[in-house]
């Protein structure tokens, strides 16, 4: 596993859909302050799935500010079709930009464009989706999502058969001597985030388990440490 660009073995990911929005700009801060380095950026378009989220123009906003302060983002595309989009998630300052293997017909051309943009493909998959979808593409990504929810919401129940995916894709990168991260995104929380690593996850999303924490943003970040023992 290579940690080239500074990524450590298991990087805890808040996902900002569960962010103060009105406080955006301070909390981002606040993580940043506090050791963050990836942000996880969701994007929902009312149709792949059921919210409307938020899009471009509120990433070029925060953007700056994010990278300024030394961190990524992590943008997560519940969006059909989003080979159309591209462009724009580039311009606006996505460093990884993850679309879902059912949302497009040409998912290695939009891999493809992604990287062609300077910006990192991902790509994830949906609870129901076989892990087979994903398998043929794992060369050309620099990002493997698994989802341990089904999309659309934070504060779900992890889905528990997530991790025999984790694991199939941790041992086909392994097998394969490839270095994409592995990311799980839904219902990731202190109390069960070591066994998602122990599956084999390098990227840990956690939005309500963060934000929701009634200690604050950055005392939760230390209870994903201390559980995974570092
Ligand atoms: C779910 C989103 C997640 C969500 C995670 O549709 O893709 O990134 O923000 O939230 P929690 O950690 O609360 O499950
Ligand atoms: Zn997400």
């Not at 290695?108 to 609870?127: E, F, K, M, S, Y």
């Not at 794992?138 to 058969?161: K, N, Y």
Request: aromatic share 6%.
């Amino acid at each position: 596993m290579a940690w080239a660009d500074g990524l450590r073995e298991a990087e805890v990911e808040p996902s900002l859909y569960a962010a103060d929005f009105a406080r955006l700009g301070e909390q981002i801060e606040q993580l940043l302050a506090a050791g963050t380095r990836l942000f996880h950026y969701d994007v929902g378009d009312g149709h792949f799935v059921e919210p409307i989220i938020i899009g471009p123009i509120v990433l070029q906003s925060i953007g700056g500010l994010i990278h300024e302060g030394g961190g990524r983002v992590d943008v997560h595309l519940m969006i059909e079709r989003p080979e159309e989009w591209v462009d724009r998630y580039a311009n606006a300052g996505a460093t990884y930009l993850t679309i879902h293997v059912e949302a497009t017909r040409d998912v290695p051309g939009t891999l493809a464009a992604i990287r062609g943009r300077g910006v990192r493909p991902g790509l994830t998959l949906n609870p129901e989706t076989a892990v087979d979808a994903v398998m043929p593409y794992l060369g050309s990504v620099d990002l493997a999502l698994v989802m341990s929810v089904h999309p659309g919401f934070g504060g779900q129940t992890f889905i528990e058969s997530a991790l025999d995916k984790v694991r199939a894709i941790r041992e086909a990168l392994d097998e394969r001597k490839l270095a994409a991260e592995l990311e799980v995104d839904g219902g990731v929380k202190p109390d069960n985030c070591a066994r998602v690593v122990a599956a084999g996850a390098t990227v840990l999303v956690a939005g309500s388990a963060v934000f929701e924490d009634p200690a604050g943003p950055p005392a939760a970040l230390r209870k994903f440490r201390q559980a995974l023992r570092r």
